[in-house]
């Protein structure tokens, strides 16, 4: 993540419709070559979520023992799955409006693309290794809901209670706490629920030295979501883009506009067009903003209410984490040191 952006070919930067004013240039320029650290070209990268330190150390001990850059992802992935602590990913997470914990996600595998992906998940705690038999073992992509359990059963997997008690209390909480609190919009959209829920997600990308990339996005989803709503982190392109020529991209954060944006695909698409992975990142935030135009999704001074991240990795191996708002983090393993690194960002606060 060491690129100037001021590298970047000034007409060519202009042409791309960032559409950027000379101001606001200037300062997201200062802005990226403040938050940028030195290069680690050709080393393995792991790199994933501020909740995925255990899963970038996992991925890179793996990675280092030469194991496949998916198998990598996804076993780092696992980790915080398996963990009931965090709230939003697998066993644990946050359930639905019902009290029911639905699970996506998805992997993808770069040297030789293809991806697998599993949707509205109960009961199974790894969804992740349920996307990876799918890619495996099916001529399907996304599978979802009751077929996907049934698969999953049919191929070895055990049904399980993933509603913990702290998560079945949350979700009471917010049960009893009900009145415009719910997804469904009224007539006027202005006066319609939209509340900032807890969220989170784990994504992992991967790099070996062969230069292979691999990702694995898993989530429990937009807490009390309406039964069946399906979030960015299973949809490839949106929650994970893999291109074993350019680069990777996962997401984390309010999946319906990841979706919108076709988030990690443009990423990488952007990457494939000459933009280092922060810049390319910041080019999706952006157009993220801009598009977000539904009064109950924007703040009095018209920024949005939710936070989107993105984790990129380029063909170089450098890498980077952005969010729409200032403080998020990233957590990354360059082959020597795993870390908790501050994201690039569009807005410097929330106001
Ligand atoms: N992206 C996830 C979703 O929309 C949620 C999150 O990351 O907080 O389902």
Not at 133 to 150: D, F
Request: contains cysteine; charged residues 25%; hydrophobic residues 40%.
């Amino acid at each position: 993540m060491n690129s100037n952006p001021t590298s970047f070919p000034r007409r060519k930067f202009f042409q791309t419709g960032l559409a950027l004013g000379a101001a606001g240039l200037a300062a997201s320029a200062a802005r990226i070559s403040a938050q940028e650290k030195a290069p680690l070209k050709g080393r393995p990268v792991a790199i994933s979520s501020a909740n995925g330190l255990r899963a970038t150390d996992k991925a890179m001990e793996l990675i280092k023992s030469g194991a496949d850059t998916l198998d990598a992802a996804i076993a780092g992935v696992n980790i915080v799955e398996e963990d009931p602590n965090d709230m939003s990913v697998g066993y644990g997470g946050l359930p639905n409006e019902r009290g029911v914990v639905e699970l996506d996600a998805c992997v993808m595998h770069g040297p030789t693309y293809r991806a697998g992906a599993v949707a509205a998940l109960q009961n199974i705690k790894t969804p992740s290794k349920v996307a990876k038999e799918i890619m495996e073992r099916t001529n399907h992509l996304l599978m979802v809901g009751a077929g996907a359990l049934e698969f999953a059963k049919l191929v070895g997997f055990k049904e399980e209670n993933l509603l913990t008690e702290p998560a079945r209390e949350a979700w009471l909480k917010w049960r009893s706490n009900l009145n415009k609190e719910d997804n469904w919009l009224g007539d006027d959209d202005r006066h319609a629920g939209f509340f900032e829920r807890p969220t989170g997600t784990i994504n992992c990308c991967t790099f070996n030295e062969k230069g292979d990339l691999s990702g694995c996005t898993s989530t429990s989803g937009l807490a009390f979501k309406i039964p069946g709503r399906v979030g960015d982190s299973p949809i490839i392109g949106a929650g994970l883009y893999v291109d074993n020529a350019v680069g990777a991209c996962g997401s984390t954060g309010f999946g319906e506009a990841v979706i919108l944006s076709s988030g990690s695909r443009t990423v990488v698409e952007n990457m494939r067009h000459g933009m280092k992975p922060e810049t390319a990142i910041l080019d999706v935030l952006r157009r993220i903003c801009e598009q977000t135009v539904a009064k109950r999704l924007l703040r009095a001074r018209g920024k949005p209410k939710f936070d989107v991240n993105f984790y990129a990795i380029n063909k170089a191996g450098e890498y980077a984490g952005g969010a729409i708002y200032k403080g998020g983090k990233y957590a990354v393993h360059d082959g020597t040191k795993n870390l908790l690194r501050d994201s690039v960002y569009v807005h410097d606060d929330a106001k």
